[in-house]
């Protein structure tokens, strides 16, 4: 049997059509990729706009914006709904630095596929110096440094 594969793509979207033992492969491919094109797109589903927020605990600010670390994509129809799943802590502790992978972001549609980008600080908090810290929120704070440093474990830097 005869094996076609073939690529077409049209600005960012590329779709790959293979058939096997097709007697008309040639214009089966063509109308297979025009309807492709026609039916499917690529839709920024997260950009780098900062949409969410973590209360920051002993900070000059009450929250700190969390921004996707770049914009991610999901191939769907045009009208297929798409939902978002923020992974955030409930609040932070000052100081906060600017960058740092702050938690997840999983954009999923209809069909289960789906794109995970981390979410980064985008701006930073720093240290009130007003603010006297108690033993217990001094704890807190080692704790909350000490899961930064092992989530890059979990969530790495790329």
């Given at each position: 049997g005869r094996t076609l594969v073939s690529c077409a793509q049209r600005g960012t979207t590329q779709f790959v059509c293979v058939?096997?033992?097709?007697?008309?492969?040639?214009?089966?491919?063509?109308?297979?990729?025009?309807?492709a094109f026609e039916n499917y797109e690529y839709r920024c589903v997260a950009g780098d706009t900062p949409v969410y927020a973590?209360?920051?605990?002993?900070?000059?600010?009450?929250?700190?914006?969390?921004?996707?670390?770049?914009?991610?994509?999901?191939?769907?129809?045009?009208?297929?709904?798409?939902?978002?799943k923020a992974e955030l802590p409930r609040f932070t502790f000052?100081?906060?630095?600017?960058?740092?992978?702050?938690?997840?972001?999983?954009?999923?549609?209809?069909?289960?596929?789906?794109?995970?980008?981390?979410l980064r600080y985008a701006e930073p908090a720093a240290l009130d110096p007003d603010v006297k810290i108690t033993p217990l929120a001094r704890l807190g704070r080692l704790w909350t440094h000490a899961c930064r440093y092992f989530s890059s474990y979990y969530y790495p830097v790329s």
């Open positions: 058939t096997l033992s097709d007697p008309d492969d040639w214009n089966d491919h063509t109308h297979l990729l025009d309807w973590v209360p920051v605990l002993s900070a000059t600010v009450e929250l700190c914006a969390a921004a996707p670390e770049r914009p991610a994509y999901l191939l769907v129809h045009p009208d297929d709904p798409v939902s978002l000052a100081p906060v630095e600017q960058g740092v992978q702050a938690g997840i972001l999983t954009a999923t549609g209809p069909d289960g596929q789906s794109v995970t980008v981390p």
